[in-house]
């Protein structure tokens, strides 16, 4: 594992070869460049605003802007400013397929896929009782031992292969395999991602993770790599106890789900939805586990236990 100490900036641009005394080389992959959440909230934020009756959703389409962001340093800013903006817009999102996940805890998802065949999903837990920085606490804990506890259902495999700062991390994912029809035999995916932590004394922080290329984690025969164009959580105080975590994801498969007839055959049956829908009470079930972890934590410390007292 290497761990260094080096700027954002210097781990974007650097041209060395990776060695223990150098940082990390890595650039946001085409899709993560060219992701729709930009411009898809700026739609919807928009429809926030007084509107005619007839104003449609927003269409799932890529944008210019966010392709043409100068540098990745600047890109991965504004996606962070765009998946804050949809977080907030969650009650907004009506032309979206809902789960619901388990009443008690407050879990929910929506879901939908963009033309391009890509896999949107928007899950929230309203309410937790702990305090945002506990939370974003734990969703920084990037421990395989932790991130298999609570994210089981959709994460099977994660390892922090280098630490570009205090703040940024190269990340190599294995998402667990589809249980749907014969999929868990041939859709094993795997992603290399940059992930970024957005701390803030204000009510809302954020942690991003975005497809990257790089030569600490090299593509294997036995997993495809698919391309995580955005995956964030946005963290909102809503009390100096309490908190709501949401989630946003966009997610291409690749391999052979990206050649034209398959991505026909899946939108015609409706397969694609199905498994879109599947990720996404996937999805509740981990939000439900980190709620019910962080609580136990906050109430382990309120009774002067370890924290290593709770099983999560």
């Known amino acids: 594992m290497l761990k260094t100490s080096y700027s954002v900036n210097s781990a974007a641009h650097t041209k060395k070869k990776e060695t223990p005394d150098a940082p990390p080389e890595w650039a946001l992959s085409r899709g993560a ?6 411009a898809f909230a700026q739609t ?13 959703a927003p269409d799932l389409t890529k944008r210019r802007s966010i392709s043409d962001a100068t540098g990745d340093i600047a890109t991965l800013l504004e996606i962070k400013d765009a998946l804050l903006s949809l977080c907030k817009s969650y009650d907004t999102v009506h032309d ?68 570009v700062s205090p703040t940024q991390r190269i990340l190599h994912l294995r998402w667990a395999r589809p249980t749907m029809g014969v999929a868990g035999n041939t859709s094993a ?75 026909a055959f899946l939108s015609c049956t409706k397969l694609d939805q199905a498994a879109a829908k599947l990720c996404s009470v996937d999805c509740n079930k981990s939000l439900k586990a980190l709620k019910l972890a962080l609580e136990a934590i906050e109430e382990a410390h309120d009774h002067d236990e370890p924290p290593e007292a709770v099983h999560l």
């Open 189 to 263: 995916r795997d992603t290399a991602v940059i992930a970024n932590k957005y701390e803030s004394k204000g009510p809302v922080q954020a942690i991003v993770f975005n497809s990257v290329t790089t030569s600490l984690v090299p593509e294997r025969e036995d997993y495809v790599r698919g391309e995580t164009k955005v995956l964030g959580f946005v963290v909102t105080a809503l009390s100096p106890t309490t908190c709501s975590v949401a989630l946003a994801c966009e997610f291409a498969m690749k391999g052979a789900f990206d050649r034209p007839l398959c991505k």
């Open 33 to 38: 460049r060219r992701n729709s959440i930009v």
């Open 44 to 56: 919807y934020d928009a429809l926030n605003e007084p509107s005619s009756p007839e104003e449609k």
């Open 96 to 163: 979206w397929a809902c789960t619901r996940g388990d009443k008690e805890h407050g879990t929910q998802g929506k879901y939908k896929i963009s033309p391009e065949g890509d896999m949107f999903l928007l899950n929230r837990a309203a309410v937790i009782n702990c305090a945002a920085d506990a939370a974003m606490a734990l969703l920084w804990d990037m421990r395989e031992v932790t991130v298999f506890k609570i994210w089981r259902n959709v994460i099977e495999h994660c390892e922090v292969v280098a630490k």
